[in-house]
């Protein structure tokens, strides 16, 4: 990578961060719990660089590790998305008229 | 060269899935901005997670599909279960769990990466490697100290001991001065393995000291880090959607860290190197003297009988006696006498922000119930009768009323205020801060002891007899 690729990078990353402030201070308390589970589960994102490193065929090393690193990135992206939703679906409003 | 060439091809779909991927999360994180649309901002990122898995799939890179095979069906068949069986108290345990496996994977794709190509990569490169294996390993261990403490496993008080700051500090400097020597020499193996070890160390150190109630702070901040790490592998691999996700994750952890500390009036120093509650100033509170109105289910019962309003204020206590649908079937049952109902959060009751609002949900409490601080605190002298089931801190008026109280000037909930205030407590302890509480004396104050369930479930008998 040479300077101006990182450059390129480095603007996308900046604008990254400012539209996510925009979006996320807009997130409310009552959904901060959700919003972790939220964000845990497209951190899961990790798994297109791990699931590179697992089926290039390199070497042993690399394949094993990039075998466990599949596993747990995928952990966070199966398992961060049924939590979320498991959360948000029990996220209801007002009482329908109590028995 | 022909544009439309098979691989090519492959590598723009690849490269496509990526970017819709990159905008998905973008809106779901959007839709998290309302509960009602929060579920279909949820679909969108799940679908975007999707095809960049598929679209990375077909990368001309990726020749063969044993490992990949075999990892997925390891991390789906642990992560189902993760995902459809933890119960909602145990949120925090789950998610410092997952910030763990986080650090793990990002911080293995820098090891794979270092050893396979350390000799091609540019110091542009090798510098985003180290900051992605420094803040990887961080995250990985930090998280599973910060497990460790909310299952019970590891003490949860801080642990310190002296010159615990400086040594902190020293081994930070060594791993930026071990990754230095990397971005120069990138061949040598040494300064790699030291930045390794140093980051696994430094996340043991940095998370050993924080106690309890200081949690939701450190959780957030491991999930900054472990946003900032993939967007560092970002960096270091070339692909924007590391880099994009990385910066929503890092963002979203420190702002919701930022969060935390505001509601208990800490600076981030103070949170990351000041364990909580000095000795000195504990003593100092422990004076406060006072008669504490202990107090049968049947007396609180009596109380709420007589109250048209009525604000609940759940604690770290609610959580732990799993007391939530005994809560809402109280709840319901004073509504149902005419009363209103309300429910008072803190910002930090629990163990990580929002910890409340998923526990109360999912005893089927409609949203709209649910009030943030500033929303409600003038209430509460307009208020009959407050209930606090399992809270001590953040009700604690030393916060508001006593400078020199190791809490003061964290905004509270304004309880005694109120007319009467029932308090369900396990004990008489202090809480995690180890404050001495001054509402439990207060006169309109009445104490319940016992497990917050069973108080909970007894009262609302009671209520019923009487009626």
Known sequence: MECRNFLILLYIFALAVFAGYQVISKVPQLLHTPLMAFTNAISGISLVASLIMAGEDRNMASSVLGAVAVAAASVNAVGGFLITDRMLRMFKKKPKTKA | ?467
């Open chain 2, 1 to 467: 060269m022909p544009i439309f060439e098979v691989i090519d091809f492959r590598q723009n779909v690849y490269l496509c899935t990526l970017l819709i991927a990159s905008v998905f999360f973008l809106l779901g994180l959007q839709g998290l901005s309302h509960p009602q649309t929060a579920r279909r901002g949820l679909s969108l990122a799940s679908l975007g997670m999707l095809l960049a898995v598929v679209g990375t799939l077909l990368n001309s890179k990726v020749v063969t599909y044993e490992w990949i095979v075999g990892g997925l069906v390891v991390g789906t068949v642990i992560g189902v279960p993760m995902g459809q069986w933890i119960p909602m108290a145990r949120m925090p345990e789950r998610i410092a769990l997952s910030h763990s496996f986080g650090g793990l994977a990002v911080a293995l794709v820098g090891v794979a990466e270092y050893f396979n190509y350390a000799r091609q990569l540019s110091p542009f490169d090798i510098g985003a490697v180290g900051f992605e294996v420094l803040l990887g390993t961080v995250t990985f261990t930090g998280s599973l100290v910060a497990f460790g403490k909310l299952v019970g496993v590891l003490p949860g008080r801080p642990q310190t001991f002296p010159w615990q700051n400086t040594l902190n500090l020293i081994v930070l400097a060594a791993a930026l001065v071990a990754l230095a020597i990397l971005v120069a020499g990138p061949a040598q193996h040494a300064p790699f393995n030291t930045l390794l070890g140093l980051g696994l160390l430094l996340g043991i150190l940095m998370v050993v000291r924080i106690g309890g109630a200081d949690m939701p702070v450190v959780i957030c901040l491991l999930n900054s880090y472990a946003g900032l790490a993939a967007a560092a592998t970002g960096f270091a691999l070339n692909v924007p959607v590391l880099i994009v996700c990385g910066a929503l994750d890092g963002g979203s952890g420190f702002i919701l860290a930022v969060h935390m500390s505001k509601a208990m009036n800490r600076s981030f120093r103070n949170v990351i190197f000041g364990a909580f509650g000095a000795e000195a100033e504990r003593k100092l509170m422990e004076k406060s003297t006072g008669v504490v109105h202990e107090a049968t289910p049947e007396d609180a019962a009596e109380v709420l009988r007589l109250a048209n309003s009525v604000i609940v204020v759940p604690g770290y206590g609610m959580a732990v006696a799993q007391a939530q649908h005994a809560v809402r079937d109280l709840a319901d049952l004073l509504e149902k006498m005419g009363a209103v109902v309300r429910y008072a959060i803190h910002p930090v009751a629990g163990r990580m922000p929002g910890h409340m609002n998923v526990l109360l949900a999912e005893a089927n409490v409609p949203y709209d119930q649910l009030y943030e601080l500033d929303h409600i605190n003038d209430d509460f002298q307009r208020t009959d009768v407050s209930i606090v089931v399992g809270a001590n801190d953040v009700v604690n008026p030393a916060a508001r009323d006593t400078p020199g109280s190791p809490i003061f000037g964290m905004p509270i909930l304004n309880v005694d205020r109120s007319g009467a205030v029932i308090v369900l407590k396990r004990s008489t302890n202090p809480g995690f801060a180890g404050v001495e509480n001054e509402l439990f004396v207060r006169p309109n104050t009445m104490m319940v002891f016992g497990d917050a369930k069973k108080t909970l479930t007894l009262i609302a008998a009671a209520v019923k007899n009487e009626r």
